[in-house]
C-alpha cells in the first residue's frame, strides 16, 4: 500500500518537476516578471486541491489495502446517482476534454510538452494540473508579451 502511495507520489512531483523544467524559459525573472495575483491564486488552489486529494487518497488506500486499484476507485465513484453524475463529469473532464484542451491550447500558447499536465492530473489531481496548466498559461502570455515589446523596441 505505501509502496503504491510513494510511487504515485513520485509520479506526481516528477511529471509536475518536467513541466517546470521544459518551460523554464517563463521562470526568468527578465522576461514573464514575478507571479501576479492571478497566478499566485491558480498555485494557491492547485496546491489545497492537491493537499485534500491526496489526504482523501491516502484514506482510500488505507481503507481498501490490497484492493486499491484505479478499477476499484473508479468503480467507488459511482455509488450513487448523486456520485454518478459528479464522477462521469470528472471522468470525461480528465481523460478526454482537459487533455484535448491543453494540449491543443497549450501549443497555440507555445508551452513546451504541453500533454504533462494531463499525465501529471493522473498522479497529481485534476484540479491540481488544471491550475498549473492556468498559471503557466498567464505566465506564457506575460512572456509573449514583453517578447512583443523587446522587439518592437529593437
Known amino acids: 500500500m505505501t ?3 510513494f510511487f504515485y507520489g513520485a509520479l506526481g512531483v516528477l511529471s509536475t ?3 517546470f523544467a521544459f518551460n523554464r524559459r517563463l521562470f526568468r525573472r527578465t522576461e514573464a516578471g514575478r507571479v501576479t495575483l492571478l497566478e499566485g491564486a491558480f498555485y494557491a488552489f492547485g496546491v489545497l486541491a492537491l493537499v485534500l486529494g491526496w489526504y482523501f487518497n491516502v484514506r482510500y488506500v ?4 490490497i484492493h486499491a486499484s484505479y478499477v476499484d ?4 465513484l459511482f455509488d450513487n446517482w448523486a456520485s454518478d453524475s459528479a464522477a462521469q463529469d470528472y471522468v470525461i473532464v480528465n481523460v478526454v476534454l482537459f487533455p484535448l ?3 491543443i491550447d497549450g501549443r497555440r500558447r507555445r508551452i513546451r510538452i504541453p500533454w504533462i499536465f494531463f499525465v501529471m492530473s493522473l498522479f497529481t489531481s485534476l484540479a491540481f494540473s488544471m491550475a498549473m496548466y492556468l498559471a503557466f498559461v498567464e505566465r506564457q502570455n506575460r512572456y509573449t508579451r514583453a517578447e512583443l515589446v523587446a522587439s518592437n523596441t529593437a
Do not use: M
Request: net charge positive.
Open 62 to 65: 488505507h481503507q481498501h489495502g
Open 3 to 5: 509502496k503504491q502511495l
Open 17 to 19: 518537476a518536467l513541466a
Open 73 to 76: 476507485y473508479t468503480r467507488a
Open 101 to 103: 484542451w491543453s494540449i
